[in-house]
């Protein structure tokens, strides 16, 4: 049956573990509560610059560690105690705690003790000095139990020891340290202190009786000397006592409040802790507190030993201690995790490198001359209404250096050529009666009407068209257009090995496919030439056709199998 229990108890821990939440996104609303859904609204429409609170979740804490008294006896360690808290950010930085705090303390003192008089605990059993001076400056002693008068008789002793029951309750303001981070998302742990106030209340007893009679203590005071060092001493008192703690210690009786019989006092705590994230469910938490309590009698003494047998009343209040390890559990549904593991500047960061709710302006990118070539790109400022090409140069089609918007005659014959202001060339036929002849010779002569055409350059080993090259073919084309019945010869370069034959078929091949295919010249007016000699390896010509000059347009690849991109 235990073992079911144990197996049940691993599984909801597990669960609680892979049962995390998601990073946090400001836009979703399923996490802000109904009283921040207005600024929630305000923020996603962009007229509110900060995101509303999230819902996040509660911690659940279970601990266990050392509780150790501070007081007039020395502690006994370890010692258990165990406590359970419930937590809740008000904030990324500040959250409050309520924190209940069972502990079980115990102290003994090596030190042998006989000025016992005024605590009850002992003086009810023990032969105690009466407090004051006789006669002659000598301690008079007497019976606590009879009241008998002994004169000079010798002490009682004793060793002072305790057993305490301590509970508390406290009320916690606890600060996080170190969320805030400016190179980091989150972190895995955080270091958090705290300060709070509460009431605690206590029951101490003494082992005082061996059943119903004293300890006789006298052989561990006269071995005191036998024994090398206080450890032994402690051993020695630790194998005489039984663990009894029959005696009410002494208490602030009926003149303080008390709670189930019990005394009851105001305290103040303060502790530091470090808390190590396991999931975004589950934490592991070390963490130290020390409570301060204005009483003396935590460890049942308040009266202090003097070298004239005369105790007098101690004015250090005692105190507390409670050293912990502890696990955390956040629960809570359609919430974020505690606030006091999130970093407040993901918002901010998150918005700089992937904007989602900033607000841009539109890209301006001017144009002072209105062309529709950004000033960036445009290397002349074209009058207005004239047609450009990409950079913004305007365009000239017959190439007479009169843009066309102010060419009167557009396509003006290289013959005719230059031209008056207003792009009108100067006709070489002297009348009218010449002109049909003429103008055919015009056409007939490619070399004229197309003009020196731009060789191509390729980078070595590579068949691939630059930038730089297909802004030369665009050239080539718009010739080829206003000359449709010329043609030119493609002609590639140098055979020496299959590789370079298959190479200059390739580049030969590249241009007239550009040609035909992104700037529409029909192939049958392109005369297709490779592995030639006498020319750049890497230099493809173009050239027109000579009159009567045919040639293919296309022809087989050389080295299929060497064919490179």
């Known amino acids: 049956m235990a073992s079911k229990k144990y197996s049940l108890l691993v599984g909801i821990i597990c669960l609680l573990a892979v049962g995390g939440f998601a990073q946090t996104n400001m836009r979703d609303s399923s996490v802000i509560p109904p009283k921040r859904m207005p600024q929630h609204t305000e923020f996603l429409n962009g007229t509110y610059n900060f995101p509303a609170k999230p819902r996040n979740q509660w911690e659940i804490g279970l601990k266990v560690g050392n509780f150790a008294i501070s007081g007039d006896v020395p502690a006994v360690v370890p010692a258990p105690g ?41 003086s009810t059993n023990y032969v105690a000095p009466l407090q004051g001076i006789g006669p002659g400056g000598t301690p008079e002693y007497f019976n606590s139990v009879t009241g008998g008068l002994l004169g000079n008789t010798p002490l009682d002793p004793v060793f002072y020891n305790y057993k305490a029951k301590v509970q508390d309750l406290s009320l916690q303001g606890v600060v996080t340290l170190n969320n805030i981070r400016f190179h980091k998302a989150k972190t895995g742990l955080t270091l958090y202190g705290l300060a709070g106030i509460g009431a605690t209340v206590y029951d101490t007893k003494v082992n005082a009786l061996n059943g119903n009679n004293p300890y006789n203590f006298s052989s561990i005071v006269a071995n005191s000397g036998v024994y090398k060092n206080r450890k032994e001493t402690k051993d020695a008192i630790k194998d005489l006592l039984d663990d009894s703690y029959e005696t009410d210690a002494e208490d602030q009786g009926e003149r303080r409040p008390k709670l189930f019989g019990k005394t009851l006092k105001p305290s103040g705590t303060i502790g530091v802790g470090i808390a190590f994230k396991l999931s975004n469910r589950l934490n592991l938490a070390i963490e130290d507190r020390h409570t301060l309590v204005k009483d003396d009698l935590l460890d049942g003494q308040r009266w202090q030993e003097t070298a004239i047998g005369n105790p007098t009343h101690t004015r250090d209040f005692d105190s507390y201690n409670y050293a912990t390890v502890g696990l955390n559990i956040n629960l809570g549904a359609k919430a974020v995790e505690p606030l006091w593991w999130i970093n407040p500047l993901d918002y901010a960061y998150q918005e700089i490198r992937k904007p989602q709710m900033m607000i841009l302006p539109k890209p301006v990118l001017p144009d002072s001359d209105g062309d529709g070539v950004t000033d960036q790109f445009d290397r002349e400022q074209t009058p207005q209404g004239c047609p450009v090409d990409s950079w913004g140069v305007s365009r000239d089609t017959d190439g007479d250096g009169i843009p066309d918007c102010r060419d009167k005659e557009l396509v003006t014959p290289t013959a005719w050529q230059p031209v008056d202001a207003d792009g009108v060339g100067k006709a070489p036929c002297p009348d009218s009666s010449c002109y049909e002849g003429f103008v055919r010779g015009i056409v007939d002569d490619c070399a004229n009407t197309l003009g020196a055409l731009p060789s191509i350059s390729f980078a070595s080993n590579s068949a691939k068209l630059s930038n730089d090259a297909t802004r030369l073919l665009a050239i080539v084309a718009d010739r080829m257009r206003n000359s449709p019945d010329c043609k030119i010869v493609v002609t590639g370069y140098c055979a020496s090995n299959k590789r370079e034959q298959q190479r200059s078929w390739d580049r030969v091949n590249a241009i007239i496919t550009y040609l035909v295919e992104k700037e529409g010249i029909r192939a049958d007016r392109m005369i297709f030439r490779y592995a030639e000699e006498g020319g750049d390896c890497d230099t493809v010509d173009i050239r027109p056709a000579n009159e009567g000059e045919e040639g293919p347009n296309t022809v087989p690849a050389p080295h299929p199998n060497l064919r490179r991109n």
């Open 82 to 122: 165990f406590g359970i808290h419930v937590r809740k950010a008000f904030g990324y930085i500040f959250s409050a705690r309520l924190e209940y705090m069972y502990g079980i303390g115990k102290g003994l003192s090596w030190l042998v003790a006989n000025n016992y008089g005024r605590n009850p605990a002992w």
